[in-house]
């Protein structure tokens, strides 16, 4: 896999379909806990295509590369990992796609940082002051130590707790277990990146989107929204009322999926990427 050096932190990336694309650049921005394989089934759909796809590993607790600052990881912070990723492999007119917390990073990211964005889509994310929603944001309270993100990831060996409404279970009806087993060994197994971890918790525990939201509306090239209805942490109400902040926004329901759309529906996520960025599908 291929490394990408960045003041703050060293980041893997998979890529995928030709550098040459005609298409611009799709870059996958995931969330905590899971790393970029979540967009796997949605890239290599795009690949396919002709697009040119990107998914950097950002350190988020499934990352393997101990960050250089963990002063860095708050989710501003993170969201300057994302623009530095960007900088550094010079990609503009960025079709730029987030999930669960790396939704609110692309948020962050558009807030301070649009300038190489051409198109943004959002599958079900944080949003407002749901940073993270119920009952995750109970969890992330509890792991603010190195000490306390080992102990209480041991307990999620497991794949009945991994599966279970504490761990993946209410975010996907489609998890491989293999899949997110290795998606907590580092934080498991690991005590520089459980310290990592431990700090990102902290950063989130500080922040919510209630002061970015009012500025959204400045970011005025096209936005498709795509959420997954079946979502009991971010609902359908809480996507609608994402998508009313920007001014030429797409909202997309999928029936069925819940947050990890690009798991549940592959499938929609491709196509509304397609269609966001002016291709057939």
């Known amino acids: 896999m291929p490394t990408v050096t960045l003041p ?8 995928s379909g030709p550098k ?11 969330g905590a ?7 796997d089934d ?28 963990r002063g860095t990881l708050t989710p501003p912070g993170v ?32 807030d301070t940082h649009p300038e190489r964005i051409g198109r943004l889509v959002l599958t079900n994310c944080d949003a407002f002051d749901k940073f993270p929603p119920f009952p995750f944001n109970a969890i992330f309270a509890v792991m603010r130590t190195r000490i306390s993100v080992t102990a209480l990831m041991k307990t999620m060996g497991p794949t009945a707790l991994r599966h279970s409404p504490l761990g993946f279970g209410l975010l996907a009806n489609n998890l491989d277990p293999a ?14 990146i459980a310290g990592d971890f431990a700090a990102l918790a902290r950063g989130i525990g500080g922040t919510d989107l209630t002061d970015v939201a009012p500025r959204l509306h400045r970011f005025t090239k096209p936005v498709t ?3 997954g209805l079946g979502d009991r942490c971010f609902t359908p109400a809480l996507g609608r009322r994402l998508a009313a902040l920007f001014p030429d ?14 798991l549940d529906n592959p499938t929609a996520v491709s196509d509304a990427i397609m269609q966001t960025a002016g291709a057939r599908t």
Not at 33 to 39: A, F, Q, Y
Not at 249 to 262: K, Q
Request: proline share 7%.
């Open 8 to 15: 703050a932190a060293k980041i893997e990336y998979r890529e």
């Open 225 to 227: 929204v795509v959420w």
């Open 20 to 30: 040459d694309s005609a298409f611009p650049p799709v870059v996958f921005v995931h």
């Open 179 to 192: 899949v997110t087993a290795s998606w907590l060994k580092p934080t498991r197994t690991d005590r520089r």
């Open 42 to 69: 949605v890239a290599a759909r795009l690949a396919d295509q002709g697009f040119r796809c990107l998914q950097p590993n950002l350190p988020l607790g499934a990352h393997t590369i101990p960050v250089n600052d």
């Open 249 to 262: 926004s797409t909202m997309i329901d999928v029936p069925g999926a819940s947050t990890f759309v690009p």
């Open 79 to 110: 969201a300057g990992i994302v623009h530095d990723f960007l900088v550094a492999l010079d990609l503009d007119d960025v079709t730029l796609v987030g999930n669960d917390t790396g939704g609110g990073l692309c948020q962050f990211l558009i």
């Open 33 to 39: 806990l899971v790393d970029s394989r979540l967009w």
